[in-house]
């Protein structure tokens, strides 16, 4: 019966070696194969970036290199007081408009500017340069 025993447990040891060498070998096999995976991931998030990349610096070259786009935009808000008075042919005193303020003294001011000759103005109507008033 010891006989017996003894051959049963180098038995139980010898199973157990093998279960272990090949639980062992599955280990290795799926370390090996999980480091490719990741390899070839790596590879492939790199050719992707790289890809993405190139498509963005084309995009900004063909922005800069097309001269009617501003590749920069801003805006901006101006506000201007202007105070202007114009006048065309000649009013008596009486008949000037009540809402300008300092009238004569802009007249003044325009009468002064102005040459000894007479003003010349020239009007064009409509899209070519032929027809004048």
Do not use: W
């Amino acid at each position: 019966m010891s006989k017996h025993l003894d051959l049963l447990q180098k038995q139980i040891e010898a199973e157990k070696q093998r279960v272990f060498s090949h639980t062992n070998s599955n280990i290795q096999d799926l370390t090996v194969r999980s480091e490719n995976a990741k390899r070839q991931f790596l590879q492939i998030l790199q050719v992707f970036a790289e890809s993405k990349r190139q498509e963005v610096l084309d995009e900004i070259s063909s922005i800069s290199k097309d001269k009617t786009l501003q590749p920069l935009g801003y805006e901006q808000l101006r506000r201007l007081n202007v105070e202007m008075y114009s006048t065309v042919g000649m009013k008596k005193e009486v008949q000037g408009c009540d809402n300008v303020p300092d009238r004569n003294k802009h007249i003044k001011d325009i009468n002064d500017a102005k040459p000894n000759q007479p003003i010349k103005r020239t009007v064009y109507i409509g899209t070519d340069g032929d027809s004048t008033l």
